[in-house]
């Protein structure tokens, strides 16, 4: 067999793969079927990815379930870790997309798992990590996971009949991102300055808590039906501009010099 | 649900979707578990393509076991046509892509899918029609089955675990075909929703000059030095959000709310 070329009836080796460090992560948010995490996992090592990371799984985890369905992708599922909120599953990555349909409220770009593919390749080459974020079968992804992320992913399908399962969802981004990373493979480019790096969800989370902390006390969210949404609408605008350590930094700057205005 | 894309959780006409005339047949070879079959369906249709072929089946055909797993796809399992050997199968196309790895005593040019999709709508234009063979699960296609093929077709994927299921070989030459139907992938693009519009650059400019005011009064500009620089960076995340004009209305409020935070 060929390495390298797709063997329908071969066996492979599953003994130490290694992804490369800044391949990107696969999420899946509230997962129902092992199953569905097994065939997961297979999509996934089948293009070269292992970071799988799961957030409450509706039928525990670990799961016996889910390893016959890898079919060998052992490693995946053995190196699985499991979150209780997806924003902590995303904590340490720097560009999410969320597999959904567009959210009606919210302003995000949507691209395409090619697109995709080439952006969390360039922003790899400046040392960045990304993730992308799927639901489970029966719900997919609620607004706060939606806002978690930096860009919708959507997959171009026939409109009459557009319903993917989540194992092929996976293969869809995961096959894009192995097809970029070819020799072949069009050029992309580094979008980051040398001086600085994308900052991390964590670092995105801790300056949203600064924010809404001041708003929270100057009144700006007092109006509790309305706060999720104001909350989310501000998150939305910051996701969007994939905000530099640098300008993180920047911004708390901010927020804490305008709660010193004077006042007489 | 935006029509075209792709919608985990979403339920999806499948009444009377027309192909293309020209788009490619998928043909099975010695497929046995019927769930696969229906699986294959649903790939198929997921990516505007209807002409299945059956050549031997297993387990029998019709067989009601393919209609849960194709999710709806009932129309390409209607229209199913059985055949007693490939040949009969594929007598009509004129161009064959055979998915297997490469046999040893043949010679026979490999194309990844991609490459593959571009042939098969450069003799779609033409006027000709392709199919796409596959193996059954276990023993994927003999030699003669490939002697039939003009070409190999090989999916690039990872060298340590590159056996995909039927369904996933299938939808990788599927996605592909309709990838390359799209007219031009249009750039990252960013989708508004209905009851806002995107700032103008007045209204952007007039959050600038709040901003700034309320940071020059809070002393977060003092250092005059550097004051053209910092300003620059926090236009420039503002710039980058592409902001709606509700967006600007809020992040206002925010500078006018935080100027009010309680002290003591």
Redesign the interface.
Known sequence: ??????????????AA?AAPPDAPAIILVRPQLAENIG?VA??M????LTDLRLVAPRDGWPNQRAVAPS???DQVIAAARLYDTAAEAVADLQRIYA????P?????????P??AAQ?VRALADGGGRSGYL??G????LNNDDVALGD?I?????????????????V??AA?EW??AG?DDAPERRAVWPKETRPATKAELLGFFAQ?ED??D????LHVQEKRPI?VR??RN??Q????TE??IR??R???T???????D
């Open positions: 067999m060929k390495a390298g070329y797709h063997n329908m009836a071969g066996t492979d080796s599953t793969y065939m297979r999509a090592l089948n293009c070269g079919s060998g992708a597999a959904t349909a567009r009606r409220d919210m302003v995000l770009d949507e691209v395409t090619r697109q952006e799927f639901g079968e029966a719900m997919g860009a992913l959507a997959v171009p399908l026939n409109p009459a009949f557009c319903s993917l399962n989540l194992a092929q969802a293969l869809t096959y192995f097809q070819r924010l001041a708003l006390a100057s009144g700006f104001m609408n501000l605008i910051f969007r501009a994939s905000l640098q300008e920047a911004l700057g901010v927020v010099s305008l709660t010193l205005y004077p006042r």
